[in-house]
């Protein structure tokens, strides 16, 4: 279904670039999706944002989605903290490899953003 949807945006768009804004944790989902879209000739550029462990830990903890809501905003926080050995497992066995990572470990949100549309703006790693 998320290919699907890509492709109609894709479609809609006339080739318009698609953000993602996730990443996928489950390779044979990312296979399929990717897989179908590429099927399809649309380009797609993977770019996951990357932190260290302690980082990553660092910015659960201080993140509040709900303001108005504690109770709500460490719901969330707990969904990240079980996620995230699955994210280091996927980081250190495929999705490094395949993806244009950018480590934002040590970058401020407008650094990391200068970097993605610099990546963006790049030939394809696939077509270079």
Do not use: N
Not at 22 to 40: N, P, Q, V
């Amino acid at each position: 279904m998320v290919a699907g949807v890509c492709a109609e945006l894709d479609r809609f768009t006339h080739g318009g670039l698609v953000i993602a804004p996730m990443t996928l944790l489950r390779r044979e989902f990312a296979d399929e999706i990717f897989g179908s879209l590429a099927k399809d000739g649309i380009e797609v550029r993977q770019i996951p944002l990357h932190a260290d462990s302690d980082t990553i830990c660092a910015r659960i903890e201080g993140s509040l989605e709900f303001p108005d809501s504690e109770e709500r905003s460490e719901k969330v926080r707990a969904f990240r903290r079980r996620r995230l050995v699955d994210y280091e497992q996927a980081y250190a066995t495929w999705l490094g490899e395949r993806a244009e990572v950018i480590d934002t470990t040590t970058l401020s949100p407008d650094q990391v953003a200068a970097k993605a549309l610099a990546l963006l703006y790049q030939p394809h790693p696939a077509a270079r």
